[in-house]
């Protein structure tokens, strides 16, 4: 993602304000090498489990600061939230995940093909909305 945020930043000199993907908002922004490894290893503490099940939110969250252009922290922040029954704060990450899938139209982590990443996070957003909460069974 550093590379192509890179890359982003070329095409404006290119096509000016006009005609660049909304990604990186708008081209107008580059994620570095460092941040997107830090994020990284974050984001793979939380899947691996090496976190607490209490660490799991604040590694998350500061994975998202590190690079806030990737879907799948959000998705699982969502899931979080939702096994906590805070359906506000799913909601919310499940609409930054949705916006981002747009914007990318592919997954960053291929563990799950892409609509499948989408169709969990619509899942995850209509349980939120619908105050629903994380299912007992």
Not at 69 to 90: D, I, P, R, S, T
Not at 92 to 104: D, F, G, P, S
Request: hydrophobic fraction near 35%; charged fraction near 20%; include cysteine.
């Amino acid at each position: 993602m550093s590379y192509v945020s890179k890359l982003c930043q070329v095409a404006t000199t290119y096509h000016g304000d006009s005609n660049v993907p909304p990604i990186f908002n708008h081209c107008t922004k580059v994620l570095t090498r460092e941040d997107e490894q830090k994020s990284i290893n974050s984001y793979w503490s939380v899947i691996n489990g090496t976190v607490s099940n209490d660490g799991v939110i604040p590694v998350l969250l500061d994975s998202i600061k590190l690079n806030p252009w990737y879907f799948e922290g959000h998705v699982l922040l969502a899931q979080k939230y939702l096994h906590l029954n805070e359906n506000e704060n799913a909601r919310k990450h499940t609409e930054i995940a949705l916006q981002l899938q747009k914007q990318w139209g592919c997954a960053y982590d291929k563990r799950m093909a892409f609509q499948a990443w989408v169709a969990w996070t619509r899942v995850l957003d209509q349980r939120a909305r619908d105050g629903l909460g994380w299912p007992e069974n």
